[in-house]
Every structure is written in C-alpha cells, then in structure tokens.
C-alpha cells in the first residue's frame, strides 16, 4: 500500500510537467480584403492589393520561426483567417487566393484555421485548445477596425459596412486565463487604441495594443533580416500612437 501510495504521488508532481510540455499557442487573426466594384470610386481605396493583411501576417510568421518559436517547437502558430473575404475577393480577380493562402500553413508549418464569424473566433480563443494547460503567448489582429470594433469582411459584402465582426461589448466573452501573464496582444488595424483596447484589457486582464489614428498596410520590407517583400503596418495619422 505504500508502495502505491508514494507511485501515485509521483505521478502527481509529474502532471504539471506533462501539462507544460504541450506548449502555447500564438494566434494570428486575419480579416479580409474589399471588392474593387466599390472601393474604386473613393479617394482614398482600400486593398487595392488583395494579400495586404495575409502578407503581414506572413510576415510576422517567419520573424515568429526566426527567433522564439522555431519549427519543432513545443509552442504553436496559428493563422485565424476570415475564409469568406478571399472567396470573394479571388472571384473578382480571377485568382484562388485560398490555395494561396494553404501556402503560407505548408511553408511556416503552422496551423491554419478558417472562420466565418466572430463567434467562430470567440470559441477558438476559449477553446480551440485546452486553455488551462495551452495559454495563449501572442494575439495579434491583421485588418479593418474602427475604435469599437474587428471588422473582418469591411467592404466586402457590403459597401463601406460589415457582417462579420468583433465588437467591443462582445470581449466579455472570452476567458480571463486564455492568455499568459507576459502575452503579446495587438491589433495593427486603425483606431482600436481609441477604445477597443480599454475594453479587451477590461474583459481579460490582458493589454492590447492598438493605434490612435489610421494605420496602413503600403509599406514594404525589402530583405529585412532576410525577409523578403514583407508587410509591417505603420500609423498613417498625423499625430498617430500606439497605446495600450
């Protein structure tokens, strides 16, 4: 009985190491791009390129492998991506920008995950893995936002407006413990430092990052730390920031 008792106490004290050798995840969300039928009678057109927020992502990705989450490492990469928008967007140009997007999971070895809808990203994020033991390490927002809100198809179904979305209100949603103490939260679209930001830290006890003023996608990273034909976003705002 003895024998028994001190077995089964060693079995305890190995669970906690058995529960962090499964990793945790960084989790990149991508929306997607408007339709050219409407965006090109305006000014200032948005996507006039239709990758902008999945090369961002890439791009992130391969600085990702390059230094603290390597192929073969306990920790995952996983790409959330608004799976609708491309359709469409390929439709209109004549391209399978959905084979083209399998590109990025084959080349990085990362998890690709399509959705449709904000509820869709809300249960990936409590629960696409087991959060008590896979903590989320980074979260990170590649799209269109407002002050209030994840726009994941702006401009794409509708002109100028959206059906797929994250709204501030919604964060109480998600967990309190999704996310590890030291994690790296922010959404590279424009404005959520202006309110969004203060709401998620709110619902989760996490900052995330976010701009005050327009960000932009346009600019390009030429050999980079060897990385080629890259996207980092930048605030385009006269005055622009980064808050938390």
């Given at each position: 009985?003895?024998?028994?008792?001190?077995?089964l106490?060693f079995?305890?004290c190995?669970?906690?190491?058995?529960?962090?050798?499964q990793?945790?995840?960084?989790?990149?969300?991508?929306?997607g791009?408007?339709?050219?039928?409407w965006?090109?009678?305006?000014?200032?057109?948005?996507?006039?390129?239709?990758?902008?927020?999945?090369?961002?992502?890439?791009?992130?990705?391969?600085?990702?492998?390059?230094s603290?989450?390597?192929?073969?490492?306990?920790?995952?990469?996983?790409?959330?991506?608004?799976?609708?928008g491309?359709?469409?967007r390929?439709?209109q140009?004549?391209?399978?920008?959905?084979?083209?997007?399998?590109?990025?999971?084959?080349?990085?070895?990362?998890?690709?995950?399509?959705?449709?809808?904000?509820?869709?990203?809300?249960?990936?994020?409590?629960?696409?893995?087991p959060?008590?033991?896979?903590?989320?390490?980074?979260?990170?927002?590649?799209?269109?936002?407002?002050a209030?809100?994840?726009?994941?198809?702006?401009?794409?179904?509708?002109?100028?407006?959206s059906?797929?979305?994250?709204h501030?209100?919604?964060?109480?949603?998600?967990?309190?413990?999704?996310?590890?103490r030291?994690?790296?939260?922010?959404?590279?679209?424009?404005?959520?430092?202006?309110s969004?930001?203060?709401k998620?830290y709110?619902a989760?006890?996490?900052?995330?990052?976010?701009?005050?003023?327009?960000?932009?996608?346009?600019?390009?990273?030429?050999?980079?730390?060897?990385?080629?034909?890259?996207?980092?976003?930048?605030?385009?705002?006269?005055?622009g920031?980064?808050?938390?």
């Open positions: 009985m003895r024998r028994l008792f001190l077995l106490l079995l305890l190995l669970l906690p190491v058995a529960a962090q050798a990793g945790r995840e960084y989790i990149l969300l991508v929306g791009p408007s339709l050219n039928k965006e090109k009678f305006k000014a200032e057109p948005h996507d006039v390129f239709w990758g902008s927020f999945v090369r961002a992502a890439r791009t992130r990705i391969e600085q990702l492998r390059r603290t989450i390597p192929v073969g490492s306990a920790d995952t990469i996983t790409m959330l991506v608004y799976r609708k491309y359709v469409t390929g439709q140009d004549g391209r399978d920008y959905i084979s083209l997007i399998n590109t990025v999971r084959d080349t990085y070895k990362i998890n690709l995950v399509w959705f449709t809808s904000g509820g869709d990203v809300f249960n990936y994020v409590n629960g696409g893995k959060r008590s033991v896979n903590k989320i390490m980074g979260f990170e927002f590649y799209g269109h936002s407002n209030k809100c994840f726009m994941f198809d702006y401009s794409n179904e509708i002109d100028s407006c059906k797929s979305w994250w501030e209100d919604e964060l109480v949603r998600l967990g309190r413990t999704n996310f590890t030291d994690a790296i939260i922010k959404s590279w679209g424009c404005h959520t430092g202006e969004m930001s203060q998620f709110a989760t006890g996490s900052k995330m990052i976010g701009a005050i003023g327009k960000t932009t996608y346009t600019s390009r990273i030429e050999n980079q730390d060897g990385i080629l034909n890259g996207i980092i976003p930048t605030l385009s705002s006269s005055g920031r980064w808050t938390d």
